[in-house]
């Protein structure tokens, strides 16, 4: 072998001994974490789940020091409560909107020693890892829930943003519902917003007045399940057991356990161990499930959904397989064909049963 492969060789070896050691561990007692929210802790939905999650951190975890922001807008000034962390000693941040995604990438270029995870995006830097749910799969199977229990076949779904994150539920909760009843469709109303139970009580008496008997929805508040059980219009819940908004017509919810990768994330700075990849996890890791159902709920809707859930927990299938067809009835997946993580991630379609519009700059 002449000196120039060993030479190459030593450059590689030496180059991810650099990799591996650009962050070197961090005592669970010197480790400060900020967390940024984009409602506050205690709108009973993702905010105060992802808190639940900072909260296991600290039981899991005792020395270590955790900070937080809540009600920071998607934009600048996420930027400088980020940068305030770093300052306040935080050597990692943790943003948990899809739309801190811009500003995570600007604060971390300027603060190459601190770790960053972005929650749902899509964009890595060396300092910069991602973390998600397959949320998707606990949606498709309460849309079986909602399929099932519909009289009308008209299901109401207010939407804070039409982004890909939100339209991929979307979808699977449609899948889902049209795997149940055919005849199902899901009528989508644009939130614009996050966490304004305002808008999101208002939208959902549009949705009921427009024939919806049961209600599904993608926000952060009590206010949709709140004002679906004063109709006394079946519910499907989001983030949180919605049931304490809508104790007679909550029949499930999609719910969210972040201390599961919170702590995995925490366990690999400590030891040092931490790079920036991407996280994804299914519902087989307990980061996303289905809370109790409700007395209402028929035996063999559960047992429909347990089979379901069963098939998508040992790998043996998954939602966005084919055949599948966009709303226009044109096929997108075909029979035995999946989509990739990748267009899993950048949804700008709706699948077929959805009715409402994705704005042209989607």
């Given at each position: 072998?002449?000196?120039?492969?060993?030479?190459?060789?030593?450059?590689?070896?030496?180059?991810?001994?650099?990799?591996?050691?650009?962050?070197?561990?961090?005592?669970?007692?010197?480790?400060?974490?900020?967390?940024?929210?984009?409602?506050?802790?205690?709108?009973?939905?993702?905010?105060?789940?992802?808190?639940?999650?900072?909260?296991?951190?600290?039981?899991?975890?005792?020395?270590?020091?955790?900070?937080?922001?809540?009600?920071?807008?998607?934009g600048p000034d996420c930027a400088r409560v980020m940068e305030q962390f770093v300052r306040n000693g935080a050597q990692l941040v943790f943003a948990t909107s899809f739309g801190y995604m811009d500003q995570v990438i600007e604060v971390a270029k300027k603060y190459p020693d601190v770790v960053f995870m972005h929650c749902s995006g899509y964009k890595m830097a060396d300092n910069v890892g991602l973390y998600f749910g397959r949320m998707y799969q606990a949606r498709y199977l309460s849309g079986l829930v909602a399929g099932s229990m519909t009289k009308s076949n008209i299901i109401g779904f207010p939407a804070a943003h039409p982004i890909p994150e939100v339209i991929r539920m979307i979808n699977?909760?449609?899948?889902?519902?049209?795997?149940?009843?055919?005849?199902?469709?899901?009528?989508?109303?644009?939130?614009?917003?996050?966490?304004?139970?305002?808008?999101?009580?208002?939208?959902?008496?549009?949705?009921?007045?427009?024939?919806?008997?049961?209600?599904?929805?993608?926000?952060?508040?009590?206010?949709?399940?709140?004002?679906?059980?004063?109709?006394?219009?079946?519910?499907?819940?989001?983030?949180?057991?919605?049931?304490?908004?809508?104790?007679?017509?909550?029949?499930?919810?999609?719910?969210?356990?972040?201390?599961?990768?919170?702590?995995?994330?925490?366990?690999?700075?400590?030891?040092?161990?931490?790079?920036?990849?991407?996280?994804?996890?299914?519902?087989?890791?307990?980061?996303?499930?289905?809370?109790?159902?409700?007395?209402?709920?028929?035996?063999?809707?559960?047992?429909?959904?347990?089979?379901?859930?069963?098939?998508?927990?040992?790998?043996?299938?998954?939602?966005?397989?084919?055949?599948?067809?966009?709303?226009?009835?044109?096929?997108?997946?075909?029979?035995?064909?999946?989509?990739?993580?990748?267009?899993?991630?950048?949804?700008?379609?709706?699948?077929?049963?959805?009715?409402?519009?994705?704005?042209?700059?989607?």
């Amino acid at each position: 072998m002449n000196k120039w492969v060993w030479l190459l060789i030593l450059v590689v070896f030496f180059a991810m001994g650099s990799v591996a050691l650009a962050f070197d561990p961090i005592p669970a007692e010197d480790l400060k974490i900020g967390f940024v929210f984009v409602g506050p802790v205690g709108d009973g939905g993702w905010s105060y789940m992802h808190d639940q999650g900072r909260q296991a951190i600290e039981k899991a975890f005792p020395g270590v020091t955790t900070m937080y922001a809540e009600s920071v807008p998607e934009g600048p000034d996420c930027a400088r409560v980020m940068e305030q962390f770093v300052r306040n000693g935080a050597q990692l941040v943790f943003a948990t909107s899809f739309g801190y995604m811009d500003q995570v990438i600007e604060v971390a270029k300027k603060y190459p020693d601190v770790v960053f995870m972005h929650c749902s995006g899509y964009k890595m830097a060396d300092n910069v890892g991602l973390y998600f749910g397959r949320m998707y799969q606990a949606r498709y199977l309460s849309g079986l829930v909602a399929g099932s229990m519909t009289k009308s076949n008209i299901i109401g779904f207010p939407a804070a943003h039409p982004i890909p994150e939100v339209i991929r539920m979307i979808n699977a909760f449609t899948l889902g519902a049209r795997k149940a009843n055919p005849d199902a469709r899901v009528k989508v109303v644009w939130l614009y917003s996050w966490f304004d139970p305002g808008k999101e009580k208002e939208a959902t008496k549009a949705l009921i007045d427009a024939g919806a008997d049961m209600i599904g929805m993608h926000a952060d508040s009590g206010s949709t399940p709140q004002t679906a059980e004063e109709s006394g219009v079946y519910v499907i819940g989001y983030n949180n057991d919605m049931s304490s908004y809508a104790p007679t017509k909550c029949l499930t919810s999609s719910v969210w356990d972040w201390s599961t990768i919170y702590v995995d994330i925490i366990k690999k700075v400590i030891e040092g161990n931490w790079k920036p990849i991407d996280d994804w996890w299914g519902m087989d890791t307990g980061i996303v499930k289905l809370t109790s159902f409700s007395q209402d709920v028929p035996e063999e809707v559960k047992t429909l959904v347990q089979e379901e859930q069963e098939k998508i927990i040992n790998g043996t299938w998954d939602v966005f397989w084919g055949p599948i067809k966009d709303q226009n009835g044109n096929e997108k997946i075909a029979e035995g064909q999946k989509m990739s993580d990748q267009d899993i991630l950048s949804f700008s379609w709706f699948v077929e049963g959805v009715e409402g519009e994705i704005p042209v700059s989607q």
